[in-house]
């Protein structure tokens, strides 16, 4: 004879209910309206997008073209050739000069979103006296024009024997940008000001709260300044045609002004190799901005509120 414990019941019962519940109804979908000012906007994008990439289409259907074919405006090639690929780096040290760029690019946009995160941090968070009218000094900057400081420039970095070194493309970043600075100060802004009080409550100092707190907080905006900053010493030119003389420390843009030195006008009439080594510099900026669009656009959307 089995003796069953007091207290305790099958419940798991058949649940009947469950068996004859009808499915929940779906829903229609709802269709989408075509109205006239929908079809006017997306007429208008697709004309603007046209407009911004035909430019880059040509490049690259005139880097498959042979010599006489290049400015035939055909964007499908009569005769398609990769020889352009393989003669660009007979012709001229891409790789070098790739590097050179890389090695720039990197370290004037670290050093740029580095040393302007720290200077909007001592904007929007310590309190002392003159510090608007600090700032709107540090604002007034962005209305030099370039042409004003590079002869006093070019004479600094003369005078600490910089001059045909990439050290002048990039040490300059090392004091900060206005427009950054700017930009990071107005995110550091919107950031809730009782956390960092927090912080301190519990015995982070100033630079704790700065790296700890503050600084991962401003992730989206610290990858706008890099990219930012990417993209212009990418393509910069002016400063390389300044301070650099030898072709070992040449940048991609240097280069380039080079080869249609070389190539283009007043030279060989080699424009396919011209417009091949334009299209090995462009595509990197576009495989960045590609790579990166998702942190563009969430840095856009949060950043210039004050909180």
């Known amino acids: 004879m089995t003796i069953e414990p007091i207290g305790v019941q099958d419940t798991e019962q058949p ?8 499915p929940a109804p779906v829903q229609p979908r709802k269709k989408r309206r075509v109205t006239p000012g929908k079809v006017v906007i997306g007429a208008l994008l697709t004309i603007t997008t046209v407009v911004f990439i035909y430019p880059f289409i040509w490049l690259l259907s005139a880097s498959f ?9 055909k964007l499908i090639p009569d005769t398609f050739i990769l020889d352009n ?40 968070y310590f309190r002392f006296r003159g510090r608007n009218l600090l700032f709107g000094v540090v604002l007034a900057t962005m209305m030099l024009p370039g042409a004003v400081t590079m002869i006093p420039v070019f ?7 910089m001059v045909d070194t990439l ?5 300059q970043n090392l004091f900060g940008s206005a ?20 912080a301190k409550i519990d ?9 700890r707190i503050a600084v991962p907080l401003c992730k989206p905006a610290l ?19 300044i301070y650099l003389r030898d072709s070992d420390n040449f940048t991609v843009p240097r280069g380039l002004k080079a080869l249609l030195d070389q190539y283009g006008f007043g030279g060989e009439w080699h424009w396919e190799i011209v417009v091949t080594a334009s299209v090995i510099t462009t595509v990197p900026m576009i495989i960045l901005f590609f790579l990166a669009q998702k942190h563009f656009v969430q840095g856009i959307a949060t950043t210039g509120t004050k909180g």
């Not at 649940?15 to 009808?22: K, L, R």
């Not at 050290?167 to 040490?171: C, G, V």
């Not at 990858?223 to 045609?241: K, N, S, V």
Request: proline fraction near 5%; hydrophobic fraction near 55%.
């Open 15 to 22: 649940d009947h209910d469950a068996e004859h519940t009808p």
């Open 223 to 241: 990858i706008i300044t890099l990219i930012f900053e990417f993209q212009a010493a990418w393509t910069d030119l002016m400063r390389p045609l």
């Open 155 to 161: 004479l600094i970095w003369n005078n600490l024997g």
């Open 203 to 211: 015995g982070a100092n100033n630079w704790q709260i700065f790296r």
């Open 179 to 198: 427009f950054y600075i700017f930009l990071l100060r107005q995110f550091f802004l919107g950031l809730p000001r009782d956390l960092f009080d927090a």
């Open 85 to 124: 690929y393989i003669n660009v780096w007979r012709e001229a040290p891409m790789a070098l000069w790739l590097w050179n760029t890389i090695l720039v690019t990197v370290l004037a946009a670290v050093t740029v979103a580095a040393s302007s995160a720290m200077v909007a941090w001592g904007f929007a």
């Open 167 to 171: 050290t002048p493309l990039w040490a």
């Open 65 to 73: 073209k042979p010599r006489g074919e290049v400015f035939d405006n």
